[in-house]
């Protein structure tokens, strides 16, 4: 029986990127840009079996009479191909926004609706297909042979860029854009969704410390001392990076003051709108809660009168207009990977 070794090796690099791109857009490490290292080389792979079966791709369009499958096949193969553009353009052309968002963001869109019709389609073609399909030699060698094409291209790509001075050249691990690093208040101003709170008074703002803790603790404004610094780069899923010098309060110190328990797993981070993220101890106690960028007071967009700095995390971490700090029993793993609100 002959088996269509081309769909499938293209559904699993689309699952690839899928899996890929997830996890490079909540990685915010150097150390974890390996996913979005595999996210680029699967998107060229994915471009080599397009070009190696278009013929195909046309013929079994134009011949197929059932509806339904017509249907998905096409609505798939135009969302692929949106996508592709829009990361390729991203990727070599530099930053674009239309439509209220970024390109990267109608990348990462179009990408997650693509979901659905992916795993119908997947059940669609593979129906029937017995297990020596997924452990033959030849699968296993046009699998490599493609992820190896994938790399070269890549690199290729990526000497390209560098050798026409094209923007895509300067971009972050992550694949954002520099964006007024050194600025004060002037970087970009962007925020979750329905996380837009009302100017919050100093005078009534309050910072509570409580949960496995043995000394609960309220704290003013005043209370709430600039005397930790740190340069870190915030680094929005939205396709641009910036990097700012920080003061604050180390959360390491508030966490001391506030005594936690031998049962102390996590810290909960959370701005008076009610959005948060858990943070293990030894990350919270990296981190600082800022009350200045640069040589300026946190405007309110930016998250006076207090947000944390989190160095190492994307910016939808970065929690703005902190009220509470909540140290928690349990791991940092109780919640969404990305936020619900």
Sequence with gaps: MKFPWANTLLLALIAVELVSG???????SPDEAVFILAHRIAGWGIVAILLWKARNIAFSLKWQRRLPPRTASLVLLAALVATLALGFAWSFVGPMSFWLFSGVSWHIYIGGALIPILVWHALYHTRGFPVRFWVDRRSFLRFAGLAIAGAALWRVSKAAASVGGLSG???????SYEASSYSGNAFPLTSWFNDNPSPISASEWRLNIGGAVANPISLRYADIAADAERTATID????????QVWRGVALADLLQAAQPTDAAASVTVRSVTGYYRKFSMDEANGYIIATQ???EILSHGHGFPA??????????????WIT???VNRTGKWLQPPLPLQ
């Excluded at 050249?169 to 694949?175: E, L, Q, V």
């Excluded at 929005?236 to 990097?243: E, I, L, P």
């Design 307 to 320: 947000r944390l700095v989190a160095h190492d995390k994307r910016g939808f971490e970065w929690v703005k």
């Design 236 to 243: 929005c899923t939205g396709g641009w990076h910036s990097t």
């Design 22 to 28: 997830f996890f490079g857009l909540v990685s915010g």
């Design 293 to 295: 960028v640069g040589d």
């Design 324 to 326: 509470d700090l909540e």
């Design 169 to 175: 050249a300067s971009r972050r691990f992550t694949g």
